[in-house]
């Protein structure tokens, strides 16, 4: 095979040909062999780059990825001699750097290296053609030409990759155990059951590159030696899965899905099931249950799913990202994906950033980075410029971590040690304004709500955690509640049969661990010091500043501030709801929360 | 259709040609279920026995998955669903006001409908658009970034 320096990829998307791609490729053809270039640079046709109403026509060039645009062939020559003579880019055509791709994934940031977000926002998830263009399914044709179930696992392995969705488990060790399992009939999961509050990474992968998980599904189905696979992916997300479908149809097609896959004697084919709004079914066992159509209940493991899974058969099941990550291993092997990381946690992550960050939406950073550097340099700093107060991890499981734990490089070791976890990659950001107690309690809402109601200690132990915590949020905390908060979280993380209650109580157990001053001044001083919680808070008009405007009176969702034109406004404290509307409106700073 | 104009017999053919279409194993009853709740609004006790001669299955069977989704539910509901997301991320921007409005405009508790059965108010779990919180939902509308002031106007959009 011959090899090219440079590769130059020519957009021949037919409007890029009315506006003149091959007269460009000629021209650049006789330059390339003008300067005795041929023999080192190939020129490739390809499908569109970009928007080729406004760019074309375009080209790019490899490996530095430089796309040039509205290039006119009379500077071909001078391009020639820039890029590939002189080694500079012509800026003149150069495509400037989208600043921001749209509201949740924006151009990838300095330290950004992005692996499973790729190909988002640059190819089109419904055109299968787009993902072959880059390199889509080759991984695929490496591992059934050149290598056995054995070799991928090993490979798997040897890159150390972990799984994404929450629990880092090596996810070689796992479909090594699946293929050892006994039995003729084995079955593939992708989890897309993404229910953490805050992620949405598979969410948009799902949307924006189904094939990334379908290739490395297939793969992994051969390595372990399954027919069958599913999808379970949340009803929530209907773009994702109508996405999924397509992509699925469109594979079958090309022959890359069902029978006898690109002529080989292995066969394997692919369902998408929804859930239908259970957070619990997420974890592993409760998701297989809701496949069999039954109530999304969690069960003891062992057995395990790679020895008894999915009506009973061997079963391996793994999130997308992980899937996604692996016909990228397999291209460019274990030793590039384990260049990335720490020592025990290798490639790259998946962050959705949240909450009260400037850039809130998705990143894709290597392990080993800090979270100050996530927060301030990736996400750009606090919004409004305010004080950075705590950034919950990983999902309503994990815990609050404070400002002193900022420089912790993000690993599943580092976050597990300091009291929180991975989990699938959620990062709410908050900042002063945010009450821990009242954070706390939230996250224990949700799981009381979505505790599925098998076991007692997560059913009646996350349903009192709860209550003292609401009680405290109301004004009515009393002294040994903290102690029996803390007695509770011990004997709910010890008892509880899955995940979910297990790691309940961590949200409560940070907060009272990091921000004790706060669960204090609540019970002792019944007073809640970031203004937040509305029995603990009176608002009042200022006297001075009040204008007599009337904006916060016709606002009131209760009528519960009265006052003429042009004078001083009240606030009817028996009526008033604490919904902060007024302080909202007003124009003149004139309302005060204490 | 409303709940009060259909009858039994077409809740019956309903449910029969969604099994015929969907196929009638007990791993087929979660979809069975989101179809039946999509076109009758929700799954009645007509419905719940129906399946349960398709399928070969006990009614409390049935009884018990469809109670434990919470897109599948078992009561009528209102001509509009509205879903808001009651998520930390949108928590943090702002939602607890937003959820105060709503519940003020509606004088409705959450699972609730109103008396004139336009609008059940139901809080959801994360949609994932969190980058645009604080979220609501509305049949199958999502509104994104919503401010508290905004929400007797994005009410008054459905009849």
Known sequence: MAFYRSTVLVSVDPICVEKGAYELIDVLNDELIKQGLIDEVQILETTRLGDPQKLGPDLMIYPEGTHYTNIKYVDVPRLVEEHFIKGRVLQQYAAKMIDSMDEELRAPREKEIRVVLRNIGVIDPRNIEDYFAYDGYMALGKVLTEMTPED???EILDAKLRGRGGAGFPTGLKWKFARQAEGNIKYLICNADEGDPGAFMNRRVLEGDPHS??????????AIGAKQGYVYCRAEYPIAVSTLNLAIKQARSFGLL?????????????????GAGAFVCGEETALMASIEGNRGEPRTRPPFPAQKGLWGKPTNINNVETYANVPQIILKGSEW???MGTEKSKGTKTFALAGDVKNTGLIEVPFGITLREIIFEVGGGIKNDKKFKAVQTGGPMGGCLPESLLDLPVDYETLGAAGSIMGSGGMIVMDEDTCMVDIARFFMEFTQDESCGKCVPCRVGTHRLLEILESICAGEGKEGDIEE????????KNNSLCGLGKGAPNPVESTLKHFMDEYQAHIYEKSCPAKVCRSLITFEIMDGPCTGCTVCARNCPVN???GERKQTHVIDQDICIKCGICHQVCQFDAIKVS | MTVDTITEQETIDGVRQIVEKIGSTRANLIPILQAVTNNFG???????KEISTRLNLPNNEIFSVATFYRMLSTQPRGKHIIQFCESAPCHVVGGREVWLALKSALNIEPGETTPDKKWTLLTTSCLGVCGIGPVLMIDTDIYGNVKPEQVKTILSRYD
């Open chain 1, 560 to 562: 519960a501030i009265s």
């Open chain 1, 337 to 339: 994906f384990s260049s």
């Open chain 1, 485 to 492: 908060l803390q007695e509770l979280c011990v004997q709910i």
């Open chain 1, 152 to 154: 991928v696992i090993q």
């Open chain 1, 258 to 274: 069902g029978k006898n896959i690109m002529g080989t004697d292995f066969s394997f084919d692919l369902e998408v099931r929804m």
């Open chain 1, 213 to 222: 998980v379908i290739e490395g599904m297939i793969i992994a189905a051969f």
């Open chain 2, 42 to 48: 929700y799954i009645s006790e007509t419905a719940i």
